[in-house]
């Protein structure tokens, strides 16, 4: 392992004070969280604001903070794509979907779906796109983890792979929901005064002139203009459509974001939280792609790829240059504070990806199909804990066999299974009145395989840059399949729909679910409305 250095010191100091504060979050949570309803949706008693910075803290995620400022520094215009992509899908979001959702819905993104469809097999179905979605997302973070753990702590990426799955377990099993939100308010705090400070560093290196800045990082990329223009990553334009309808379409079918829409008390409160993400999360994402900039005229690609190839150190990397350097007392405390706020990050955007897959799990495949909606709460919540040890457990195991991939990558395909499963059946049950079960099932089936089998013969896997099959040249030429499988998600849904016969109790309880979604009336309440 090697000497461990004064900033590793720091860095371990500041990460384990995180986690001994989230503990004891976790520990005060555990009284709330003993219901189905506090566990799953922290008894839907949080305000607009609360939750809207809780959602932000989500989804300032490890794929932000390191793949994008990776990407970006590597590849220069093209990393912009995953910035606008992530924001522009809180626009349908805040539209079409915030409100009807907290109120037609009660603990899953699954519920919304099958309310007025039949139950079991939309359960079962939405629950596999989901717990699909999320262990693409928690291989994400665990691979952040690791990439930055191999760099700034004194310990080996499988080893930090290990410690943040095993916290993450550690507070979905004890403190559900509300321990999960309070560390993601905490976090989100901290990152965004973290991604402030290099910010300000960075543009003060440049004198504050953005065109210095994007000149300089073009001039130490090795490509010159070429940085500054579409086609350094994305070879295949059409790579670049793809996953910008991904990103722009994904957000509103993602489980762990769209469930946190329950934890508030009404619609109110859930369009008020939509408006924070908006905010808070566009400011942070322009900073990100500024410091992708910073890193490559400060750092250099060959210092970034040196450390990862897949760029994930560029953010850490940069705040050690911005201290001072490497041996530098400034240096090392700036990058020992950015990487433990990373840890940070990451252990907040697991828990609560834990908490949504565990859900799918318990609520949606034990309750709703298993014990077809007779389950008692305590035998759901004993199912509960168990998911979330096994689906822990296995994210573990999965990242530690896919490191080597960039982290904002991987999270472009979890929106793009999203955009094509999850998100064609929650529009069309909110605004199609003809739409039936059999339509909901051909379309979160078709777009969950379509999604999951493109990858597979794509580049990200078969080919030179793949994980395996390096002498094959790839049968699918996109990295990213959403141009091909988001349209089949709607399409299979609108021909298994018309195809088959008319199903008037979907029909009759349209009326109701507009009434439930637009007014409110019938909706669940919140636990201090008891």
Same mark, same amino acid.
């Given at each position: @392992?090697? !000497?461990? +250095? *004064?900033? %590793?010191? #720091? +860095? /371990?100091?500041f990460f384990f004070a995180f986690v001994a504060f989230s503990l004891g979050l976790t520990y005060w949570s555990m009284r709330r969280a003993s219901s189905a309803s506090g =566990? $799953?949706?922290?008894?839907r008693r949080l305000t607009g604001w609360q939750n809207g910075l809780a959602i932000s803290g989500d989804y300032m995620s490890a794929a932000s903070f390191l793949g994008i400022a990776g990407l970006v520094s590597l590849f220069g215009f093209d990393g912009l794509l995953y910035s606008f992509g992530f924001i522009v899908g809180w626009i349908f979001i805040l539209l079409l979907i915030a409100e009807p959702l907290r109120n037609a819905g009660k603990y899953t993104l699954s519920d919304i779906m099958a309310f007025r469809l039949r139950a079991r097999p939309v359960h079962a179905a939405a629950a596999l796109s989901s717990v699909t979605i999320g262990l693409f997302y928690l291989l994400a973070q665990l691979v952040g983890a690791g990439a930055i753990a191999s760099l700034l702590l004194p310990v080996g990426p499988s080893v930090a792979i290990s410690i943040v799955g095993v916290l993450m377990i550690? $507070?979905?099993? =004890? *403190? *559900? @929901?509300?321990? +999960? +939100?309070?560390? %993601?308010?905490v976090k989100a705090v901290l990152i965004l005064v973290a991604t402030c400070l290099l910010t300000l560093l960075v543009l003060l290196s440049f004198h =504050?002139?953005? /065109?210095?800045l994007l000149g300089a990082a073009a001039a130490r990329s090795g490509k010159g203009d070429l940085f500054l223009q579409p086609g350094l990553f994305f070879k295949n334009k059409l790579d670049l459509i793809s #996953?910008? #309808?991904? #990103?722009?379409?994904g957000t509103g079918g993602l489980p762990h974001i769209m469930m946190r829409f329950y934890t508030v008390s009404d619609a109110k409160n859930a369009r008020a939280s939509a408006n924070w993400v908006i905010g808070l999360?566009?400011? $942070?994402?322009? @900073? !990100?792609?500024l410091l992708g900039f910073g890193a490559a005229a400060l750092v250099g690609k060959e210092a970034i790829t040196a450390a990862n190839k897949a760029g994930n150190s560029a953010a850490p990397l940069l705040a050690l240059q911005l201290g001072g350097g490497d041996g530098t007392l400034g240096g090392e405390i700036l990058v020992a504070f950015v990487s433990a706020v990373t840890f940070a990050t990451i252990l907040a955007v697991v828990a609560g990806l834990i908490i949504a897959a565990t859900s799918n799990i318990a609520h949606d495949l034990y309750t709703h199909v298993l014990r077809t909606g007779q389950s008692e709460e305590k035998a759901e919540m004993k199912v509960a804990r168990i998911a979330a040890l096994v689906i822990g457990l296995t994210a573990i195991v999965l990242a530690l066999t896919a490191q080597s991939l960039n982290v904002a990558f991987l999270v472009g395909l979890a929106f793009a299974v999203a955009a094509s499963a999850n998100f064609p059946v929650i529009i069309y049950s909110l605004f199609w009145r003809r739409f039936n079960t059999t339509g909901a099932m051909c379309a979160l089936l078709s777009g969950l395989f379509s999604a999951l089998g493109l990858v597979l013969i794509g580049p990200a896997v078969i080919g030179p840059k793949g994980l395996m099959l390096a002498d094959f040249e790839p049968i699918f030429p996109l990295a990213n399949p959403g141009i091909v499988s988001i349209p089949i998600g709607f399409l299979a849904g609108w021909i298994g729909t018309l195809a088959s016969e008319r199903e008037h109790t979907s029909e009759s309880r349209f009326d109701e679910l507009q009434v439930r979604a637009l007014t409110g009336f019938g909706a669940e309440p919140s636990a201090k409305s008891h």
């Amino acid at each position: @392992m090697g !000497t461990i +250095t *004064g900033g %590793q010191w #720091l +860095t /371990s100091v500041f990460f384990f004070a995180f986690v001994a504060f989230s503990l004891g979050l976790t520990y005060w949570s555990m009284r709330r969280a003993s219901s189905a309803s506090g =566990f $799953y949706v922290a008894g839907r008693r949080l305000t607009g604001w609360q939750n809207g910075l809780a959602i932000s803290g989500d989804y300032m995620s490890a794929a932000s903070f390191l793949g994008i400022a990776g990407l970006v520094s590597l590849f220069g215009f093209d990393g912009l794509l995953y910035s606008f992509g992530f924001i522009v899908g809180w626009i349908f979001i805040l539209l079409l979907i915030a409100e009807p959702l907290r109120n037609a819905g009660k603990y899953t993104l699954s519920d919304i779906m099958a309310f007025r469809l039949r139950a079991r097999p939309v359960h079962a179905a939405a629950a596999l796109s989901s717990v699909t979605i999320g262990l693409f997302y928690l291989l994400a973070q665990l691979v952040g983890a690791g990439a930055i753990a191999s760099l700034l702590l004194p310990v080996g990426p499988s080893v930090a792979i290990s410690i943040v799955g095993v916290l993450m377990i550690v $507070y979905v099993l =004890f *403190g *559900g @929901m509300v321990a +999960t +939100t309070y560390v %993601q308010i905490v976090k989100a705090v901290l990152i965004l005064v973290a991604t402030c400070l290099l910010t300000l560093l960075v543009l003060l290196s440049f004198h =504050f002139n953005v /065109s210095e800045l994007l000149g300089a990082a073009a001039a130490r990329s090795g490509k010159g203009d070429l940085f500054l223009q579409p086609g350094l990553f994305f070879k295949n334009k059409l790579d670049l459509i793809s #996953l910008g #309808l991904g #990103l722009a379409l994904g957000t509103g079918g993602l489980p762990h974001i769209m469930m946190r829409f329950y934890t508030v008390s009404d619609a109110k409160n859930a369009r008020a939280s939509a408006n924070w993400v908006i905010g808070l999360v566009g400011i $942070y994402l322009v @900073m !990100t792609t500024l410091l992708g900039f910073g890193a490559a005229a400060l750092v250099g690609k060959e210092a970034i790829t040196a450390a990862n190839k897949a760029g994930n150190s560029a953010a850490p990397l940069l705040a050690l240059q911005l201290g001072g350097g490497d041996g530098t007392l400034g240096g090392e405390i700036l990058v020992a504070f950015v990487s433990a706020v990373t840890f940070a990050t990451i252990l907040a955007v697991v828990a609560g990806l834990i908490i949504a897959a565990t859900s799918n799990i318990a609520h949606d495949l034990y309750t709703h199909v298993l014990r077809t909606g007779q389950s008692e709460e305590k035998a759901e919540m004993k199912v509960a804990r168990i998911a979330a040890l096994v689906i822990g457990l296995t994210a573990i195991v999965l990242a530690l066999t896919a490191q080597s991939l960039n982290v904002a990558f991987l999270v472009g395909l979890a929106f793009a299974v999203a955009a094509s499963a999850n998100f064609p059946v929650i529009i069309y049950s909110l605004f199609w009145r003809r739409f039936n079960t059999t339509g909901a099932m051909c379309a979160l089936l078709s777009g969950l395989f379509s999604a999951l089998g493109l990858v597979l013969i794509g580049p990200a896997v078969i080919g030179p840059k793949g994980l395996m099959l390096a002498d094959f040249e790839p049968i699918f030429p996109l990295a990213n399949p959403g141009i091909v499988s988001i349209p089949i998600g709607f399409l299979a849904g609108w021909i298994g729909t018309l195809a088959s016969e008319r199903e008037h109790t979907s029909e009759s309880r349209f009326d109701e679910l507009q009434v439930r979604a637009l007014t409110g009336f019938g909706a669940e309440p919140s636990a201090k409305s008891h």
